[in-house]
């Protein structure tokens, strides 16, 4: 089954810059699925923060308000590898950071409607 390993987290000020990168193995990238990056801060609920589909969909790609202009998230299929690039970090912005995989291709973006996770990567920002 699909295994998701983030690293890229860490400790950074305001305005600064952060990767994360998330390695997908086993992720069926040549049908129409979806991976996203998901958020979560102290006492907060579990958010989406980008999504992108693959195989057909692939290039589609969908923003939270809240980062939009200030993230990116791109794929690196030769490696397996998703990434989540931050920029004008601020310290709202600061939460654990999830990387997620829906096989479904589908549209919401509830946390329901991802069927693997990763085990998340910290995110601090002052």
């Known amino acids: 089954h699909v295994q998701l390993v983030e690293s890229g987290g860490g400790s950074v000020q305001a305005g600064g810059s952060l990767r994360l990168s998330c390695l997908a193995l086993?992720?069926?990238?040549?049908?129409?699925?979806?991976m996203g990056w998901f958020r979560q801060g102290a006492g907060k609920q579990r958010e989406a923060v980008a999504t992108?589909?693959?195989?057909?969909?692939?290039?589609?790609?969908w923003y939270a308000d809240s980062v939009k202009d200030r993230f990116t998230i791109s794929r690196d299929g030769a490696r397996n590898t998703l990434y989540l690039q931050m920029n004008s970090l601020k310290p709202e912005d600061t939460a654990v950071y999830y990387c997620?995989?829906?096989?479904?291709?589908?549209?919401?973006?509830?946390?329901?409607?991802?069927?693997?996770w990763g085990q998340g990567t910290q995110v601090t920002v002052s």
């Open positions: 086993y992720f069926p990238y040549d049908t129409n699925n979806r």
């Open positions: 992108t589909y693959t195989g057909v969909g692939y290039g589609r790609t």
């Open positions: 997620a995989a829906d096989l479904g291709g589908r549209c919401t973006r509830g946390v329901t409607d991802f069927d693997y």
